[in-house]
């Protein structure tokens, strides 16, 4: 059985930074595609950005050049580096992995709160 484990979450302040980090318990990083999806209160969850097994990147227009998916095959994991974060960045932000045919992975989530 696949987990995925979110961290890196927390509070910072509009216009800074945060790093979240996804690590599979299983060496899926390096042939699902893997993504990061959100979900703010009283909303729909949202994908924020995918990373696919080739290294091909998409992003939300919401979160283009501010935000960059990233992955490492050795440790399996797979990061979101967060910058010029904005109060409606507020959200659970869910690690995903899923391949055609194949069973979808996700990662229980870790809360970002963009305040001051």
């Known amino acids: 059985q696949v987990q995925l484990v979110e961290s890196g979450g927390g509070l910072v302040q509009p216009g800074g930074s945060l790093r979240l980090s996804c690590t599979a318990s299983g060496s899926i990083v390096r042939v699902y595609r893997m993504g990061w999806y959100r979900q703010a209160p009283g909303k729909q969850r949202e994908l924020v950005a995918h990373?696919?097994?080739?290294?091909?990147?998409n992003y939300a227009a919401s979160v283009k050049g501010r935000f960059t998916i990233s992955r490492n095959n050795t440790n399996n994991t797979v990061y979101l580096q967060m910058n010029s974060l904005k109060p409606e960045d507020t959200a659970v932000y869910y690690c995903?992995?899923?391949?055609?045919?194949?069973?979808?992975?996700w990662g229980q989530g870790t809360q970002v709160t963009v305040s001051s």
């Open positions: 990373i696919t097994s080739g290294g091909s990147t």
């Open positions: 995903n992995a899923d391949r055609p045919l194949a069973k979808t992975y």
